[in-house]
């Protein structure tokens, strides 16, 4: 019996995935998309240089919010709760995640993938990767930066934030990797994904979280919300209804949900991928 | 993946890994608001017994000097003749000559009062330690010597403990009980003095920008409150609480608690939030007292529950307004 030749050898599930990994990172670093990331990502970043700049001029006075001293540990917790957990990291899902496959068969290219003798879930999981690298990689150091910045300011503790800091990368890079695997499915199966995505994020989150009842738990920002180790800021109204009725589950269930929520989503991402036939406009 | 990728991918780890780094070595020796400063608090801190519960501090020489100092002082004048007579007796003058003051109550099983321990001051500043001790002498008091240190013991009185004091060095006297009197000097030459304890160390390290902090075990604090039942329950397990304030022309404080766990900081906060409310409903129609309820902040993350407050000079020149005019309503009903 004759072995199959390495050239018509067809490379398994991980390799196939590693591969696009690898030719994917590249190309989602250095696209237009990325000038989005790093305003979104400097941000913060360009807000801690310039509370810390104006805190060493005049130690004496305190930061103040609405009047109010804070400390910046404070200021780093609330940048937390409404840079990254309400704004940052569900923008960048919707935009990153929609695009895996979307902007592929937009550009025509997804032929090029589709005709590799891969899996074609693999291409999805990849490019799911390669997401979930490119902005865990930008935001975590952002986040670091921030950290150092901020909470000395007002006699702050290293020492004392520095577990919070901890629960603060874990809890936003899971909410990086289910964000990105839910509208991963959503890209790979809407075809105007990046509307729906939107309206998911800036619409029915927002909205459904103020309401008592279970209809919170479609949600991803419940789920991330019971990780977050900060106080809830008392930035609004809205905020405060949040915190009247919204119940927050414990770190167990989020944990647990989170990761059901992503390995389900990919999943489901992966098997539309497999399954349906994608027609190029011409 | 290009070089440029892989550039980036390195230094973003890089980052990454300093920064845990540079956490972590601040987490495991205890480094305090950068990984640059000092070990932290007052250097009478070495005086202090290990098992103190309760530890305030007050920068003396600044509170006085300070611009809301002599605004209350203007606004309701007070009689000097204590302060006076104090100042005769003792050759101290509150205002100038002492610096700062630091009290720890420490569990010693005497009763003073309703105190869940015993009190030793140690205040710093300038003392004319012979009138001093010429005082004491005239009020009955005996003077020893305890491993090469003058302690003049007072007379006990009414079952009470004597009061003793001592100079433990130049410029700082020491006062409480003949227990802890000795008890400082024998620190004096080394021991387990708080500086070890580093559950209080902790606290004490985050509160050294303030003109006033206390800090302390909170079941030192409601053990002698007589808080009914229903209410000592309803508390939230607080284990250590911490308390700091700046003044100057206006008064910024941070009261903070750490709680057994996580589930009891968030009940803690929900209390608090509760209140805030409340409070907020209550005072909607009051401008002067609803400004004061916005500088309000609660904070905290996992078992810490932080409140923090403000109030502007403005804001006090309201509080003052309205205490002179619920003095003027008063006067003539008396």
């Known amino acids: ?282 | 993946m290009t070089t440029k990728t892989r550039y980036f991918v390195v230094g973003s780890m890089l980052t990454l890994a300093i920064g845990l780094g540079v956490g972590l070595v601040a987490y495991s020796v205890g480094f305090s608001t950068s990984a640059f400063t000092r070990e932290g608090g007052p250097a009478e801190l070495q005086f202090v017994p290990a098992n103190a519960s309760l530890i305030a501090y007050a920068d003396v020489h600044d509170v006085m000097a300070s611009d809301l100092r002599q605004q209350v002082r203007s606004a309701f004048p007070m009689k000097e003749d204590g302060q006076h007579e104090f100042q005769n007796q003792t050759g101290i003058n509150i205002e100038t000559d002492i610096d700062h003051v630091l009290v720890a109550i420490v569990p010693t099983g005497e009763e003073t009062g309703r105190m869940p321990g015993s009190p030793i001051v140690l205040a710093r500043g300038q003392f004319d330690q012979v009138k001093i001790e010429a005082l004491m002498r005239e009020h009955g008091a005996q003077v020893e010597d305890y491993k090469g240190t003058r302690l003049v013991v007072g007379e006990a009185a009414d079952g009470k403990p004597s009061l003793s004091l001592a100079f433990l060095e130049p410029g700082l006297v020491a006062v409480g009980s003949h227990l802890l009197i000795r008890g400082a000097v024998d620190l004096k030459s080394g021991g387990s003095s708080i500086a070890a304890n580093g559950e209080m160390m902790g606290l004490i390290r985050d509160l050294e920008s303030g003109h006033a902090w206390a800090a302390g075990r909170f079941d030192a604090l409601t053990s002698r409150a007589n808080l009914p039942d229903g209410v000592s329950q309803q508390i939230p397990g607080i284990t250590l609480f911490s308390a700091s304030a700046n003044i100057d022309s206006g008064i910024r404080g941070t009261f903070r608690a750490e709680s057994r766990d996580e589930a009891s900081a968030t009940s803690l906060r929900d209390v608090v939030r509760g209140f805030l409310a409340l409070a907020r409903m209550q005072t909607s129609a009051r401008p002067e007292l609803a400004s004061m309820l916005e500088s309000l902040q609660l904070g905290g993350t996992g078992k810490t529950v932080a409140l923090s407050f403000d109030l502007p000079p403005a804001m006090l020149d309201a509080l003052v307004s309205l205490g002179r005019h619920r003095q003027g309503t008063l006067a003539p009903q008396q």
């Open chain 1, 1 to 282: 019996m004759m072995a199959a030749s390495p050239a018509n050898r067809r490379p398994s599930f991980v390799s196939s995935v590693l591969r696009i990994f690898d030719l994917s990172l590249s190309e989602m670093l250095w696209s237009r998309r990325s000038v989005f990331l790093a305003l979104l990502v400097g941000g913060p970043v360009l807000l801690a240089v310039v509370s810390r700049v104006v805190w060493m001029f005049v130690p004496n006075e305190s930061l103040r919010i609405n009047g109010g001293a804070v400390s910046g540990a404070s200021i780093f917790g609330l940048m937390i709760w409404l840079l990254y957990v309400r704004f940052i990291v569900p923008i960048l899902g919707v935009f990153y995640g929609t695009s895996l496959i979307a902007d592929e068969v937009e550009d025509r290219t997804i032929t090029y993938l589709f005709t590799r003798p891969i899996q074609r879930g693999a291409v999805l999981v990849g490019k799911y990767l390669a997401y979930l690298a490119c902005t865990v990689l930008l935001i975590l150091p952002s986040v670091m930066v921030v950290f150092f910045l901020m909470v000395p300011v007002g006699g702050g503790s290293i020492a004392q934030m520095f577990p919070s800091l901890l629960a603060d990368l874990g809890m936003l890079a899971a909410g990086l990797a289910a964000y990105g695997a839910v509208f991963a499915w959503v890209g790979a199966r809407v075809k105007r994904p990046l509307v729906a995505g939107l309206v998911f994020v800036l619409g029915w989150e927002p909205a459904v979280l103020l309401f008592p009842g279970y209809l919170n738990r479609a949600t991803v920002a419940y789920y991330l919300q019971g990780l977050v180790p900060h106080a809830m800021p008392q930035d609004s109204t809205m905020s405060l209804l949040l915190q009247t009725f919204a119940d927050m589950p414990g770190i167990l269930p989020s944990l647990v949900a989170l990761v059901v929520l992503t390995a389900g989503a990919l999943w489901f991402a992966a098997r539309t991928v497999e399954s349906r036939e994608y027609v190029l406009e011409q």
